[in-house]
């Protein structure tokens, strides 16, 4: 009767301890964790001081294509091409101003002079953009990589930006400046100043 005991403790046991083992792997197994760390750097602080007159809209439908090509030899010279093409539509917004950091600004209180000098011509201050993809296509021997996606992203910017260039908002920049000198001009003559130009920038003073 004891030795029975024994062995039906030792099953109830045994039991047990199967039942732990494998809950312990099959449910933690099945658990699945997803850890996201973010790590920021902060390289460089610097004071900024900008001035935005235009602001542009841009969509445009940006394509692009890579051809691979591999020569074979056996039995005589052919030629395989492999291609991948990418088409994404860019949405950007386009910030047009001046960096006016480096302007200079002089008062000769006895003279009643305001002098400016280092005044910059109008620029590119930021661009923010959105792709979307449209069509992604790709060859076995010729896929896409991460680096051709952040290349895609740097791409479609710049097409942003010379679209930006061709369509005058930089002179419309300017003659925004120009109006703004002339305000400086109107307040400085009120309080009873004139305002003198030092190196003025062709874009401005027409």
């Avoid at 950007?92 to 006016?100: A, E, I, P, Q, S």
């Avoid at 952040?150 to 791409?155: A, G, S, V």
């Avoid at 002339?182 to 003198?196: C, F, L, Q, S």
Wanted: hydrophobic share 40%; glycine share 6%.
């Amino acid at each position: 009767m004891a030795k029975r005991t024994i062995w039906i403790v030792g099953l109830i046991v045994a039991f047990g301890l199967g039942s732990f083992v494998a809950a312990q792997y099959f449910y933690k197994k099945k658990e699945e964790v997803t850890n996201a760390q973010a790590t920021v750097l902060l390289k460089q602080v610097e004071q900024v001081c900008k001035l935005v007159t235009v602001e542009g809209s841009f969509t445009e439908i940006y394509n692009e294509e890579n051809i691979r090509a591999f020569t074979i030899y056996m039995p005589l010279p052919s030629v395989w091409r492999f291609s991948k093409e990418a088409i994404l539509q860019v949405e950007g917004k386009v910030l047009v101003g001046y960096d006016m950091k480096n302007i200079k600004i002089e008062a000769d209180s006895a003279q009643k002079v305001l002098r400016l000098s280092n005044i910059p011509e109008p620029e590119i201050l930021s661009i923010d953009h959105e792709i979307a993809y449209r069509n992604i296509e790709e060859s076995f021997f010729n896929s896409f990589t991460a680096k051709d996606y952040t290349n895609l992203n740097k791409n479609a910017k710049g097409v942003l930006r010379e679209k930006a260039e061709e369509s005058g908002l930089l002179e419309e920049a300017a003659a925004q400046g120009n109006q703004i000198i002339d305000v400086i001009r109107y307040m400085a003559k009120g309080a009873g100043w004139t305002v003198e130009y030092e190196q003025a920038p062709k874009t401005y003073l027409n």
